[in-house]
């Protein structure tokens, strides 16, 4: 590999880095050679993790050979002399993860910090691919994801299954934990392989140990511990898995995120009803205490669990919960809510007699009382712990720090907020009975410890004595007012240009549709018909002549679903649908993987003209997935996710930034900020699509709102010279039309079509080079079987796409931990029917038209003949045959929906409510009885039908594996004889 000298540091990189990689890794070597904070912006795609890894680890490695060197000579007089620098390049390697204690050596570590635990597999990948590989590498991850012990693991509550877990480590109950001790130094485990969380995984079921506190051991010699930012961030959690900040460097990856997650780790709410279920669970255990009186009980405990509390614990902190409820009920609330300085909430809990000086014994006495509840019982009736851990909480937020300066701090940093929350939203309190307390008597009140400043908790970390602070991202811009919001001192910062050329990218600001309605997504023309259907006859001209995977951003989930309502009862939604297959980001996580897969199935299909996919900014979509070359050809932005004006937070946000601006002009505004949060929104969706050097896109703006200098300026640094104003819509899809057919000629194209995320591909090879340095994806991301994980790491498809894989598995691994008490009758595919069934009255976007209403617009009709006149022949992308017409499907040629939910709700639309009830006892029936006759005979009677057939066929996939032959059969027959 070559060998970078950058400001005397060698630096091993895979291959020859580009200039936008030379000067990022300077950045990197400069604040670590400095000890300062650095802020390093370089778009996605210009190999920002893998810079950012081999410069990092190139000068820990030289700082620890030297230290090294250094104690060797103060012990051994001989080694002095011309051995020196040969003796430090022969250390390099030798050095990694020798000394435990970096105290005493003065050798620090890195800390990595980023998101999600599926970015941080992709660094982990990253690492595995450089010539750093050989660094000693652990990663720190929740019992949620890492747990194998078959009882605690099933445990779908995560803070019960902390205290399970806790309680069988005191007691030595946990034999995956006994073996930790034996087995931590097994060749496995301390071996030259980097190990992250599935990997780790693996390893403890092979072991038959813990995988949770394997992590833990391998942290110690760690050189580099890869962790989420709440490991990091908050003080609990960072104290919880014994994360060390002296002298060591702190790298936050993706830190786009970081301003809200330091809020938001520091800020809490609490309700009434929570207040009021911890008095309940409270009394129900000094019920516990009295003999004879099980009778009385929900559930009675088990009497024999050893108990670190007092009845008369039990009492004064009964007492000290009774007056907490009671200060909230006293606070004098408006109609808008009421907000206090931050220093009121000290106020209220000494009212519960809650204090610096006792504090910490109230925290172990709840702390106690909850794994108490959690552990008494394996009823799922039984009490949890739910309110205490709220209140537990709370303290721990709060008595974070006691002295002087931090309650100055809290005072400038923080407002107490408290609101009597509407009954039409009111929800009735999670456990048990809580409403039979007093807090029943009056309306249930919210009360809000909210920080504002990002930099308290940044502030937090440099008391800590930490070396360097890095923070990273693909879109940071601009710079001056992240700064300024950090409170920290930064001595580098970077806004690294893209590494692609002005034919690899086309930027266009869609003022107006094709029937020249403006297109202006803000709160007074949200719900305007002309400018809803405008917007979609817009979306439809650019489907004809975009090649492939088309991305489209919403502001929010309701826009999205207004949007879709409209275009379906119109007809555009199943004109778009034809040209490309529609699919919807859902609400619901557990249906997410299947409908990704199921977009990534029509990209790679050759029969197909690839596919859409409607998503939110600042959903998952546009925070975390790849869609490079095929998968992503374009992404319109059809308006600026401002958050909700109206927030309480929001607006005290607006008005803290207010009065600090007004102490030191430097500060944001609040305005500034609010626009900023929709920008920076708006540059992450944007950020989906061009991911590599020979990748290229569209990018289409269609709100006239990015016309203002202001916004534009917002945008990230690399866009903003591509950007162009549309002045005439036919003239604009022409030029997108030509931007395709020209980039298809002149740039490389990608060496296969994408596979399905459930595919092996093992045998295909890329060897085209990424900016990563590596054989072009189709590297290193686990190839996920549907409904199961492979072990088995295999060959990626797509660009630096490992993040997207790597979410998968870990949603995997927590199904195959709950596995053993599934029932095993009940096929995944039925579980998940069973799922759609119970929600199907839930407002989800759809991601099938449930109408299919086929018409064409007379403004569509223009759009498609003046397309014709300029006789646009792109055949290879089949633009030809879009623009002359639409293509419709019969309904015995359609398929039924990929996503459950859609299917079931498309079932729900086209059967009336008797028919729809006959569905749903009929599938009961078979998932209690398996009669595959009588169910096949109610389906036919429902939906054998020459409109409804392709639903009969869809149901296939909830049959079990020894009907669906039979099945197939079935409508085969039915086919021919049709």
């Known amino acids: 590999m070559p060998e970078v000298m950058i400001y005397g540091i060698p630096v091993n990189f895979p291959f020859e880095p580009y200039e936008v990689q030379k000067a990022y890794m300077e950045k990197v070597i400069v604040s670590l050679q400095n000890n300062t904070n650095a802020v390093l912006e370089s778009p996605t795609g210009t190999g920002k993790t893998l810079s950012l890894l081999c410069s990092s680890l190139a000068w820990l490695m030289l700082k ?10 103060g012990n051994f007089s001989e080694h002095s002399g011309g051995g020196l620098n040969g003796g430090l390049r022969e250390n390099l390697k030798s050095s990694a993860g020798k000394a435990k204690d970096n105290t005493v050596w003065g050798m620090p570590k890195i800390i990595y910090s980023s998101r999600t635990h599926s970015q941080l597999t992709q660094a982990m990948q990253e690492l ?5 590989k050989y660094v000693k590498a652990a990663v720190l991850g929740s019992r949620d994801q890492m747990c194998i012990h078959p009882e605690v693991s099933k445990e779908t509550n995560n803070m019960n299954k902390v205290h399970m877990c806790q309680l069988k480590v005191k007691t030595r109950t946990c034999h995956f934990y006994n073996n930790v001790e034996s087995k931590k130094d097994d060749r496995t485990i301390k071996g030259d392989d980097i190990l992250d969380i599935e990997d780790l995984v693996s390893v403890g079921k092979k072991l038959k140990c813990c995988p949770y506190y394997l992590s833990k051991e391998l942290k110690q010699d760690a050189d580099i511990i890869f962790m989420p930012y709440n490991y990091l961030l908050d003080p609990k959690s960072r104290k919880a898995n014994g994360v060390e900040l002296l002298n060591n460097i702190i790298i936050l990856d993706e830190a786009h995120n970081v301003e809200k997650m330091c809020e938001e780790s520091a800020s809490l709410q609490i309700r009434t009803t929570d207040v009021a279920l911890c008095i309940d669970e409270i009394t129900y255990v000094m019920k516990s205490f009295i003999e004879g009186s099980e009778d009385q009980m929900d559930v009675s405990l088990d009497n024999n669990q050893p108990k670190d509390f007092t ?33 009121y909430i000290f106020e209220l809990l000494d009212k519960a007699e809650i204090k610096d000086h006792n504090h910490t014994s109230v925290i172990t006495l709840i702390e106690n009382l909850i794994q108490y509840l959690s552990t008494a019982s394996a009823s799922p009736f039984q009490r949890k712990g739910v309110g205490l851990q709220k209140i537990v909480d709370l303290l721990n937020v709060v008595f974070s720090g006691i002295s002087h300066a931090y309650k100055e701090r809290i005072k400038l940093c923080y407002k107490v907020h408290v609101q009597i929350e509407d009954k039409k939203n009111n929800k009735k309190a999670e456990g048990w009975g809580a409403l039979k307390t007093s807090s029943s008597k009056s309306a249930e009140r919210i009360l809000s410890y909210w920080c504002f400043s990002p930099g308290f908790g940044m502030k937090q970390l440099l008391e800590q004595n930490v070396r360097s602070i890095i923070l990273t991202s693909g879109t940071l811009a601009p710079l001056k007012p992240l700064i300024s919001e950090l409170g920290i001192p930064i001595g ?11 034919n690899q990218i086309c930027v266009k600001i869609i003022g107006n549709g094709p029937d020249n309605v403006q297109l202006n997504s803000n709160y007074q023309n949200r719900n305007n018909p002309k400018y809803i259907t405008s917007l979609g006859r817009t979306i439809l001209s650019f489907s004809r002549v975009i090649p492939d995977g088309l991305l489209v951003f919403f502001p929010s989930y309701p826009i999205m679903t207004k949007c879709q309502e409209m275009w379906q009862a119109e007809g555009i939604w199943s004109s778009i649908n034809n040209i490309k297959q529609i699919f919807v980001e859902p609400q619901r996580k557990d249906t997410f993987n299947s409908i990704i897969n199921e977009y990534y199935s029509k990209i790679s299909d050759p029969n197909t003209k690839g596919a859409c996919f409607m998503a939110v900014c600042r959903g998952k979509v546009s925070e975390g997935l790849d869609f490079a070359d095929m998968n992503g050809r374009a992404v319109i932005i059809t308006g600026l996710p401002f958050p909700p004006l109206k927030d309480p937070r929001i607006v005290l946000k607006k008005k803290y930034l207010e009065e600090l601006r007004i102490k030191e002009k430097e500060f944001l505004s609040g305005d500034d900020w609010y626009s900023l949060e929709a920008t920076r929104a708006v540059n992450q969706a944007i950020g989906r699509v061009i991911r590599h050097q020979n990748d290229y896109g569209a990018i289409l703006l269609c ?10 300026n917002q945008l990230s640094a690399w866009l903003r010279d591509h950007i162009n104003v549309s002045n005439k819509f036919g003239e604009t899809v022409s030029e997108i039309c030509r931007f395709f057919k020209s980039a298809q000629i002149s740039l490389p ?49 797509y660009p630096n796409s490992n993040e997207v894989y790597a979410d998968f598995s870990m949603d995997f691994y927590k199904k195959a931990q709950t596995s053993s008490y599934v029932n095993e009758f009940r096929p995944k595919e039925t579980r998940e029917l069973f799922s759609a069934l119970d929600s199907s009255n839930e407002s989800q976007p759809l991601s099938q038209s449930l109408v299919t209403i086929h018409k064409r617009n007379a403004d569509e009709a223009k759009v498609s003949t003046a397309s014709k006149k300029k006789k646009l022949k792109i055949k290879s992308f089949g633009f030809e045959e879009n623009l002359k017409k639409p293509e419709i499907s ?31 006892l009929s599938i009961s029936a078979y998932k209690k009885d398996g009669d595959y006759e009588l ?7 429902l939906l054998e039908n020459k409109q409804l057939f392709y639903l009969f066929k869809g149901m296939k996939r909830f049959l079990k594996e020894n009907h669906k032959i039979a099945f197939q059969n079935y409508c085969d027959n039915v086919k021919l004889n049709s």
């Open 64 to 73: 620890k050979a030297q230290l090294q060197m250094n104690a060797q000579l």
């Open 128 to 132: 595995k691919r450089s010539n750093y």
């Open 311 to 343: 009845c008369d614990d039990l009492c004064i902190l009964k007492e000290m919960m009774l007056a907490f409820e009671k200060a909230i009920d006293e606070i004098g609330v408006g109609p808008d809510g009421s907000t206090y300085p931050g220093g």
């Open 492 to 502: 580098v910062q970077l806004e690294n240009p893209h590494i692609v050329k002005s």
């Open 703 to 712: 709100d006239t709102r990015f016309s203002n200098p202001k916004l534009r």
């Open 749 to 797: 194209p990608p060496k296969l079509k994408p596979l399905l995320a459930h595919e092996s591909n093992d045998t295909h090879q890329d060897n085209s080079t990424s900016l990563t340095g590596v054989a072009f994806p189709r590297t290193n991301a686990r190839i996920i079987n549907k409904g199961m994980s492979s072990s088995k790491k295999s060959v990626n498809q």
């Open 890 to 920: 019969h309904c015995d040629e359609r398929v039924a929906p990929p996503s459950l939910i859609d299917f079931v709700k498309e079932i729900k639309t086209l059967l009336d409510a008797e028919n729809y009830k006959k569905f749903q």
């Open 935 to 941: 169910f096949l005979k109610t389906l036919s009677d």
